[in-house]
């Protein structure tokens, strides 16, 4: 009777078997969970981030403790070219015209690209084609987009030579004032990126649940108070996402300032980007470009941290807005 009897003390521990069955998933104790894939699954990306970012920043890091122009093996010369860097005017010139750039482009495309991204949200066929009319200038290169302003602004030979004296502004030049350089800067990369950001915020609306308006409109809420009250709330994780890009962007403008201005008048728009390409292209001073080039790297890293860390981006759990 007692061989045919259950054993509690087998019953106890196939129980506490299932248990810990369940609570791994299903696994057996030991075994992989399900669903979780196995680390070696990341190793090719870790290869691959490896060799074309970690190995070649390193590089760049010691390049930077060097004299090099080019040609030869380079020559160690320590924190030299970071002692130059720390004492050079035009260094100091260029990162406060870098950023503010990188704040203007912030203050300047935010505003524009959210108003336009809630407009294209809507479902009209005409809102559908003006946003993919709108969306043409992401396709072209920076390259082309830099000769066509640059054409389009010459004092000589572009639209400006004819319509300045139509309207009473003969000589009409942007590229020769400091001031005016640096906007024609602004206005272009605006007009360049401002519609990748209207598509982030696009998609960004049309998550927002329609009952949320619907609540509003029967509480007495207007257009304008239900922006303010809803949508822009919603679009946080948008904001966030789109200011990252944007300031990380801002920070390595360079072909722009290369074909439009090419750093002038004088200094007027030499950032940070095209210091290093001067130093580095021009004056063969590539152990200098290097140290400007980590000085780069770290401000744009520490930009993108201090954005995700103070937004509250990095704690969002859920792949909706506002949900």
Wanted: contains cysteine; positive net charge; charged residues 10%.
């Amino acid at each position: 009777m007692s061989v045919l009897s259950p054993n509690r003390d087998g019953r106890h521990a196939s129980a506490r078997s299932r248990a810990r069955t369940a609570a791994n998933g299903g696994a057996r104790p030991g075994a992989p969970r399900a669903g979780r894939p196995s680390a070696w699954w990341g190793l090719p990306a870790l290869l691959f981030f490896s060799l074309f970012a970690v190995l070649p920043m390193a590089l760049v890091v010691y390049l930077s403790l060097t004299s090099w122009g080019g040609l030869g093996s380079p020559e160690f010369i320590g924190l030299e070219n970071w002692f130059r860097l720390v004492d050079d005017p035009v260094m100091h010139q260029a990162i406060m015209l870098t950023l503010l750039l990188t704040f203007g482009s912030w203050a300047t495309q935010t505003p524009v690209a959210m108003l336009l991204g809630v407009w294209a949200a809507g479902r009209q066929r005409n809102r559908a084609v003006l946003s993919a009319v709108f969306f043409v200038p992401l396709l072209l290169s920076s390259a082309a987009i830099a000769i066509i302003w640059r054409a389009l602004l010459d004092p000589n030979f572009g639209p400006l030579a004819q319509i300045g004296p139509m309207i009473g502004l003969p000589g009409l030049d942007f590229l020769s004032s400091e001031s005016g350089a640096f906007l024609v800067i602004l206005f272009v990369s605006g007009w360049q990126f401002i519609p990748l950001h209207t598509l982030l915020y696009q998609g960004g609306a049309r998550q927002i649940p329609e009952s949320l308006y619907q609540a509003a409109e029967i509480d007495g809420a207007g257009r304008y108070r239900s922006f303010w009250h809803i949508t822009l709330p919603q679009l946080r994780n948008t904001v966030t996402t789109s200011s990252v890009l944007m300031i990380v962007g801002s920070l390595t403008y360079f072909d722009t300032v290369l074909i439009i201005t090419g750093g002038g008048p004088g200094h007027a728009t030499t950032i940070v980007p095209f210091l290093m390409y001067e130093a580095g292209f021009e004056n063969y001073q590539y152990g200098y470009a290097s140290a400007v080039a980590c000085v780069l790297v770290a401000v744009a890293t520490l930009a993108s941290l201090l954005m995700v860390r103070f937004t509250g981006f990095g704690s969002m759990r859920s792949t909706r807005e506002g949900m």
